[in-house]
């Protein structure tokens, strides 16, 4: 079993940053691919970036050269810096976990709200 602990949500004008954290526990982190999901109000819950436990990254058209995904495994976390914040970023961010692309994103952590203002 995997535990998962988002942090670093918040307020932030149109133009900022935050940076969002992600602290696990329950498994050995360095095998696990890592990724983050964000879901707004009315909309689908998207997968917005993720790393594998190769350290190989991908994220979706609307984010690339804005965020960053990055692990570090002697601290069992993954992180989301976000940058160039706009209005349609705001939403609910989640923290999950896979062990093999078969399975899928199995492990969840509770979420936390990004809020960008114009």
């Known amino acids: 079993q995997v535990q998962l602990v988002e942090s670093g949500g918040g307020l932030v004008q149109a133009g900022g940053s935050l940076r969002l954290s992600c602290a696990a526990s329950?498994?050995?982190?360095?095998?696990?691919?890592m990724g983050w999901y964000r879901q707004a109000p009315g909309k689908q819950r998207e997968l917005v970036a993720t790393v594998t436990s190769g350290g190989s990254t991908n994220y979706i058209d609307s984010v690339k050269g804005r965020f960053t995904i990055s692990r570090d495994n002697a601290k069992n976390t993954v992180y989301l810096q976000m940058s160039s914040l706009k209005p349609e970023d705001t939403a609910v961010y989640y923290c999950?976990?896979?062990?093999?692309?078969?399975?899928?994103?199995?492990?969840w952590g509770q979420g936390t709200q990004v809020t960008v203002s114009s």
């Open positions: 999950a976990a896979q062990r093999s692309r078969l399975v899928g994103y199995e492990y």
């Open positions: 329950g498994r050995t982190f360095s095998s696990l691919a």
